[in-house]
């Protein structure tokens, strides 16, 4: 590679799954791409990937989450129109309720069967793969059925 050339590597984000009043929460964002999505974000250069889902959930949410787990990392180079990120989504928790903030311009509680319908990024199979998840199909079988 000539010295001249950058080198060009996806953006590492976090996105959480925050289970409260038997539902979902998840943020209608205020800026492009435009739709409901899973709080989350950037992870911000020395910070770790917890602490990066912990802020974006608090600056998006107003919510202290409890993380449980880290469910899975989602690397599909077209998941963001916007440029070639690479997520990891956390299952966390948390009492309470939700307020709107920062990227959100509203907020709610959704389950299963009440999704909005305008889900951006693959915040829809994230969902899709968290319900099965919850339902007792094991993320060997979700992720690695060939196995």
């Not at 020395?46 to 880290?70: H, I, K, N, P, Y």
């Not at 990392?73 to 307020?99: C, E, F």
């Not at 969902?127 to 199909?137: P, T």
């Amino acid at each position: 590679m000539p010295s001249d050339d950058k080198p060009r590597n996806p953006y590492p984000t976090v996105d959480i799954l925050i289970e409260v009043d038997g539902g979902i929460v998840l943020i209608e964002r205020k800026n492009e791409p435009r739709g409901w999505a899973l709080p989350g974000g950037f992870v911000d250069y020395g910070e770790s990937l917890e602490d990066a889902a912990r802020r974006e959930a608090r600056e998006e949410t107003d919510l202290d989450v409890r993380l449980v787990e880290q469910f899975h990392a989602y690397s599909d180079p077209l998941r963001d129109p916007r440029h070639h990120t690479i997520t990891v989504v956390y299952i966390g928790q948390a009492a309470g309720r939700p307020r709107a903030g920062d990227d959100a311009g509203n907020l709610g509680v959704f389950t299963e069967d009440r999704l909005p319908r305008t889900l951006v990024f693959d915040h829809g199979r994230i969902l899709s793969d968290y319900f099965r998840y919850r339902k007792g199909v094991s993320k060997r079988e979700i992720f690695h059925p060939d196995t």
